[in-house]
């Protein structure tokens, strides 16, 4: 099967968070997946929504979800769910990791932080 324009599936994930938050210390509701370079970010209900700046910054288009359980695309310019394809893994984040988090890093309030 070749590669969609905008997915790479031999790239893996940046790591089992969103790298953005976790350089300053921030938490997440979900997390997201680049299809073209692996890069974890937050959803756009997390307070952060790195996974949309990061395609703000990069120009890649098409990410997926990063949490268990899930195997959707979404394509940030068509403004719509597309196909995709298997990715390299591991293709969400560990099941023990708690959602929202990382944990320790979560408010007790935290409902009260999230984008609706």
Known sequence: MSARP???PSVPPS?????DC????G???HLRRCAACGHVGCCD???AQHA?????????PVMTSF???????WDFERHKGVLGQPLAPP???PEDQPAPGPAGRVPADWNEHVHR
Do not use: K, L
């Open 6 to 8: 905008g997915i790479d």
């Open 27 to 29: 938490w997440w509701v």
């Open 45 to 47: 209900s997390s307070p």
């Open 91 to 93: 293709v969400s984040r």
């Open 52 to 60: 949309t700046a990061h395609w703000r910054e990069s120009g890649h």
């Open 67 to 73: 949490e268990p359980g899930e195997d959707w695309f």
């Open 15 to 19: 790591g089992t968070g969103c790298s």
């Open 22 to 25: 976790d350089d300053v210390g």
